[in-house]
Structure formats: C-alpha cells, structure tokens
C-alpha cells in the first residue's frame, strides 16, 4: 500500500513519517496518531515484525528497509505524498551490548551509530523539506545519556548529543517549522533491555507513558527546543 504522489494534498488528515514503528515507543505513538485521525508512513527493519505490528491500523503505509540507506527514505518521502505534516526520527541503535567504554570502542562500529542515530535523521529531513507543510513538526527521539556523562553510554550518549545540536540548529534555521528533539524518559523496551543485559527492567514504565508529551508537541503550539516527554503531561496535568 502506498499513497499515489501528491495524493496527501487531497487527504482530509495530516500525513506523518514515523520511523521505528515496530515496537515500543515508535509503535506505540503510532497507534496514538492514527486515533486522531493521522495517514502514516512507518519503517522498521523487519518487514515481518513491522507488518504484523501495524496489520490492524487503518491508513498506514508499511515500509521495511534501514533508515540510513538513501533509497529507503526516499521510499518514505514518496509514500507520503505531497505534503508532510509530522516527522518523527524515532529509529535508533544501541551499538554494542554490552557497551564499551569510548578508549575501546571500535571505530566502525561508532560510525555506524552516528550513521543511524545522527546522519540518518538530517538526510530524512532533508529529503522531506520540500513536502514539510508551513507549521509542520519535527521530532528527533533523543535521551538523557546526551546530557548526563554515564560511564559506558559514550558511542550513543555522543550520538544522541549531535543529533540534539543538529536539531536545535535546524530549529533556529527553520522558525517556519516546529522542531524538537524529545527525551521521552526510562522505558521498557528491547534497547533499554540490551543496554542492561540481564537486568530486570520490569519496573520501568512502558513506553505508552510517553505518548501523552509526545503528542502534546505534535497537538500543541509549544515552540521549537528540548523537551522531556512526561514532564509535558506532568505540566499540563
């Protein structure tokens, strides 16, 4: 299923790009937007998986490939049509697990974290900007490890730091747009769980915790900047 070319200016919705969709937080505000009435395009790397997570949602384009190949987010683009109203750079990898610290990370390794976690998001924008609706919004999914120094967090604490800076300065370039980058806290999920092998992470909460700040940036008028997710519904609460 795709939308023909141009076909989202004739769609009474808005049109978004959710990456990462498969599970956890990407999952999970997709099913939130899709209640509020929102045509999706969503990735993942499994086609399997993305597919049986998304199978019961009206109005969703599934598309299965690797956020830093240019071909897949060029699909993505196109399957969204002619105007994009909602991105939201949610895919992401760890990097090894467990992680090592930064004197012994192996280099490529590191430059495929920062390919996935920071290059990736910028070209999608980019490949999406002409098709990005006045007031549309951006949301890059990014981390307390890209402020707080943990000890072992280097290779993906750094990345998520750049592609924070990489989000504020595309803010400040495009007041047009509403730009964020959006911490959404703790939360159960296979990352967080490869992060800390063995450890029991049941007390975490899930990540439908988060969707509520989320959706506050997607539905509200907030300015462009750095956000913590719960904070947002603790606020407005």
């Known amino acids: 299923m795709a939308l023909e070319q141009g076909a989202s200016e004739h769609i009474d919705g808005p049109v978004g790009i959710v990456t990462g969709a498969s599970r956890g937080l990407g999952l999970a505000l997709t099913r939130a937007l899709v209640e509020r009435g929102y045509t999706l ?3 993942a790397r499994g086609a399997d ?3 049986s997570a998304v199978a019961d949602l009206e109005g969703v384009v599934a598309i299965a490939g690797d956020v830093a ?5 060029r699909a993505l683009v196109e399957a969204a049509g002619g105007r994009i109203d909602l991105l939201v750079n949610n895919a992401g990898i760890l990097g090894p697990s467990p992680q090592p610290p930064l004197a012994a990370y192996p280099l490529a390794t ?3 974290v920062y390919e996935v976690n920071v290059l990736a998001p910028l070209a999608l924008f980019q490949e999406a900007l002409p098709r990005l609706a006045p007031g549309a919004v951006v949301i890059d999914v990014t981390s307390d490890a890209a402020v707080e120094p943990y000890e072992g967090w280097g290779g993906y604490g750094s990345a998520k730091a750049a592609l924070e800076q990489l989000t504020a300065i595309l803010a400040a370039e495009h007041p047009e747009l509403r730009v964020y980058a959006v911490d959404p806290g703790d939360m159960q999920t296979q990352t967080y769980q490869a992060a800390f092998p063995g450890e029991d992470i049941s007390d975490l909460p899930l990540p439908e915790a988060s ?3 989320l959706l506050e940036l997607v539905e509200g008028t907030l300015p462009s900047g750095r956000y913590r997710a719960r904070d947002l519904v603790a ?3």
């Open 41 to 43: 395009v969503v990735d």
């Open 49 to 51: 998986a993305l597919e």
């Open 69 to 73: 190949d240019p071909d897949h987010r």
């Open 110 to 112: 590191l430059a495929d």
């Open 211 to 213: 969707v509520p700040g």
């Open 235 to 237: 606020v407005d609460a």
